[in-house]
């Protein structure tokens, strides 16, 4: 197995730009995706790949990674943003999608 | 519509069983890896279990192995897991969740969810 480590907790003001961050060994060799959650719902595919957006996920949405580290980066806030975020990648095997992080609470003031 | 739909969820007492269901829709079920994920009350998501499109590869999370069994019956559509020996750390929502599959890497469908209560 392995382990991905998030910040509890990010805010931002409504209209700037936030990174949330996800750091793991395992980033070195695969990629993260990125869930959004809002309360009482399943959760959302926001980010994939290298930085590839679903249908429908706006464009204020992006990814990136350097080293062991994944990033997702809203640019321009909105008050909908603020949700749980959970980033997820490959357990230390490769072989299944196994690890999430705990998760970062956003708030957007 | 592309849609999972979970059921089979309730409350249990300790030790006891449960089989939950994930009903596919909307597209080729039998082209994609599914998986099980779950999350506890107030806590973070925890993959559970994933099997490949043709049931060759499956894996457990160590907190499960043993106890539970992934399936899936491609002809109908649907993801299974069989929950024995229930223990109340158990309890969570449960998701079925596709698999984006290609070297991907992510969850692109996810279900409604279904609870899961061990308790006696």
């Known amino acids: 197995s392995s382990e991905l480590t998030q910040d509890p907790a990010v805010s931002v003001a409504l209209g700037q730009t936030v990174r949330i961050t996800c750091q793991g060994d395992?980033?070195?060799?695969?990629?993260a995706s990125w869930y959004q959650q809002k309360p009482g719902q399943a959760p959302v595919l926001v980010i994939y790949g290298k930085n590839n957006r679903p249908s429908g996920i706006p464009d204020r949405f992006s990814g990136s990674s350097s080293g062991n580290t994944a990033s997702l980066t809203i640019t321009g806030a909105q008050a909908e943003d603020e949700a749980d975020y959970y980033c997820?990648?490959?357990?230390?095997?490769?072989?299944?999608?196994?690890?999430f992080g705990g998760g970062t609470k956003l708030t957007v003031l | 519509e592309v849609q999972l739909v979970e059921s089979g969820g309730g409350l249990v007492k300790p030790g006891g069983s449960l089989r939950l269901s994930c009903a596919a829709s909307?597209?080729?079920?039998?082209?994609?890896?599914m998986n099980w994920v779950r999350q506890a009350p107030g806590k973070g998501l925890e993959w559970v279990s994933s099997i490949s499109s043709s049931s060759s590869y499956i894996y457990y999370a160590d907190s499960v192995k043993g106890r539970f069994t992934i399936s899936r019956d491609n002809a109908k559509n649907s993801l299974y897991l069989q929950m024995n020996s229930l223990r109340a750390e158990d309890t969570a929502v449960y998701y079925c969740a596709r698999d984006l599959g290609g070297d991907r890497d992510a969850f692109d469908i996810w279900g409604q969810g279904t609870m899961v209560t061990v308790s006696s």
């Open positions: 909307g597209f080729t079920f039998s082209s994609y890896s």
């Open positions: 997820n990648s490959r357990d230390s095997s490769g072989n299944h999608l196994g690890v």
């Open positions: 395992s980033l070195r060799s695969y990629y």
